[in-house]
């Protein structure tokens, strides 16, 4: 995912430009995760997915996406795909298939097969 | 692969192929999976053949790609969509008005060009989200905020186009209303800036929104008449605290000058933050009587400033008898970790997605539908427009919510914007096409029901669009009718988001 971080801080301190566009290359599991995963998913008050997730479970799973063992890479990629309840499908322009797996295998790090 | 209406098939391979020629194979979508992403996952006909669902999709990252793709579309006369981030859930997500457009997806095009915090603004384009935004400047280490609305990963571009507000102070909260000068793609392929942008090598593109001449800006928020790639936006600097004050009024007749006393200290720009309305539900206030009514009031500013606004605040509601008044915390900023844990993050400058937590599952409603859509009429400011809306909803709430089956939400009395308020009511929206009927006949009648007291949505969801553009019918139909002649001007083909907010080009108006 191409993305431009302040690019130049000029000596006021007071203004940012972008670069020029960035050659496209896939962002780490972890750095897909940060970017579209945490707002929802994260521990603690105002995550949406988290409080979801608590309630479907009540307890018996983490709540905390991080926290699971039962999830597979490839049931992490289809809900990021398929989306569910109120949480949308990500598109590829989103989440391109490499950083799906990437990101896939960042959340199925824990995952032990039953 | 699907084919847009009135295209060959041999047309749209054409126009396919040269879209990948301009983007690259990898950013052009015909595979039925990649295109069903662009589906509203919100949309009242999921399932149904009217679901209004895309043909194919588009993806260029740069403003000349954007003029390829516009160019080949109107060679071939193709309906294009244009989204930002293709987050506007609710109000149609990233699928198209008219089913069968390809949606030119815009998501890639995802740079901050420019922060400027000396005159606080930044420049955009249409990929970048709040989200983005918020780490570019607090990487930076730039002393203003942004204005996120409830959605953070919506686009700052997107949501501005579409009429939506955050939570911060006047006048950044009105985000169209904070914008400075765009850059738009026209149908045939030209670029046009607006404002002061029309200066070659201007200086203060984003500084002075008027330019010279006729201003046009307008003609693309909600529009259809180009494709906005580049779009300024006014920054808050920080401010130094902000503090809520709160009154509450015991009586249904306190709410009439309560709510004149909170236009004052809003007109004055003396309460300058989001403020909002509390009270008025049925069943509200328990065995000890009803709960009455509350306004809730967010000041920022210095502090000196600001405790001397809340004791003239404190002195206009003392004239209301019975009322209480209360001084909230006054929140100094920057925040620490122990006020960030508490406060609204929205409300100090923080982009999040907490309200998708009051709307999806949660301990109340442990088995939502998943999506809903919002009902949005804008009533004047004025406890009268309050109470005869409760009135209506009253009177009609059992038949239009089937006795409370339909668990309508609502009505939430919006006073982001002044002047007016938004009597929101959320519709839930999910799979099953029987209930989602229902849903979209109750919607449906809300927009006669208000409209018939002369009260309009400001914003609807994509398939309710045409009933809502219907209803501004002054002069038979005045204003859509100037609308479609300039439609008819500037995209002849009609290719550019055909339908959106009820604007049709020629071929496709309906008698």
Known sequence: MKRIISALLLTCGAITFANAAEPAAPASGEAVYKRWCTHCHSAGRGNPGTESLQVKYGGKLPAVLLDRTDLSAQAVATFVRTGVLSMPPFRKTEVTDAELKAVAAYVAQKYAKP | ?511
């Open chain 2, 1 to 511: 692969m699907a084919t847009p209406p009135n295209v060959s098939s041999a047309d749209f391979n054409r126009a396919i192929a040269a879209w990948k020629q301009t983007v690259g194979a990898d950013w052009v979508f015909t595979a039925p999976e990649d295109v069903a992403l662009y589906r509203d996952a919100y949309s009242p006909y999921w399932g149904e053949p009217e679901e209004r669902v895309a043909s194919g999709a588009v993806a260029p990252s740069t403003v000349e790609q954007v003029q390829a793709v516009v160019r080949t579309a109107n060679q071939y006369k193709i309906p294009l969509y244009a989204i930002s981030t293709g987050r506007n859930l609710a109000y149609g997500g990233s699928a198209p008005v008219y089913s069968g457009s390809v949606v030119l997806d815009l998501k890639r095009m995802n740079r901050v060009l420019e922060v400027n915090e000396r005159n606080a603004y930044a420049l955009v384009e249409p990929g970048v989200n709040y989200f983005d935004l918020y780490e570019h400047i607090t990487k930076a280490g730039l002393d203003v905020w942004i204005d996120p609305p409830d959605p953070g990963w919506g686009s700052v571009i997107g949501n501005a186009l579409d009429g939506g507000g955050g939570w911060t102070a006047s006048p950044f909260r009105d985000h169209f209303g904070a914008h400075c000068g765009m850059e738009v793609v026209l149908a045939n392929g030209e670029i046009v800036r607006t404002g002061m942008g029309a200066l070659p090598n201007s200086k203060s593109w984003q500084h002075n929104r008027w330019g010279f001449g006729p201003w046009v800006d307008g003609l693309f928020r909600q529009g259809n008449y180009g494709v906005v790639t580049k779009m300024g936006f006014h920054l808050m600097p920080r401010p130094e605290c902000m503090q809520t004050l709160t009154v509450r009024a015991p009586r249904d007749e306190d709410l009439i000058p309560l709510v004149d006393t909170l236009n004052l200290v809003e007109n004055q720009h003396v309460v300058n933050g989001s403020t909002s309305l509390g009270g008025g539900q049925p069943g509200a206030g328990g065995p000890a009587g009803p709960a009455g009514w509350s306004v809730t009031m967010p000041i920022y500013g210095p502090e000196k400033v600001v405790r001397a606004q809340a004791e003239y605040v404190k002195e206009k509601f003392a004239k209301i008898a019975g009322s209480t008044f209360t001084e909230g915390e006054l929140i100094r900023t920057p925040l620490d970790a122990a006020a960030l844990a508490r406060v609204r993050k929205t409300s100090f400058g923080i982009p999040d997605l907490s309200t998708f937590g009051l709307l999806g599952r949660n301990a109340a409603n442990p088995s939502p539908p998943g999506g809903h859509v919002d009902f949005s009429p804008i009533l004047p400011r004025t406890g009268e427009a309050v109470l005869e809306f409760m009135r209506l909803y009253r009177e009609k709430l059992p038949e239009l919510s089937e006795n409370g089956a339909l668990r309508i939400l609502g009505p939430v009395f919006m006073t982001n914007w002044d002047r007016t308020m938004v009597a929101l009511l959320m519709f839930p929206i999910g799979r099953d096409p029987q209930m989602n009927g229902r849903m979209r006949n109750a919607f449906r009648k809300w927009v006669e029901l208000c409209a018939e007291r002369g009260w309009g949505e400001y914003r609807a969801p994509a398939v309710f669009q045409d009933d809502v553009a219907k209803v501004y019918s002054y002069n038979n139909h005045a204003l859509r009718r100037f609308r479609e002649t300039i439609k008819d001007a500037v995209d002849p083909n009609g290719i550019l988001s055909p339908g959106r907010y009820g604007v049709w080009p020629k071929h496709l108006r309906k008698s």
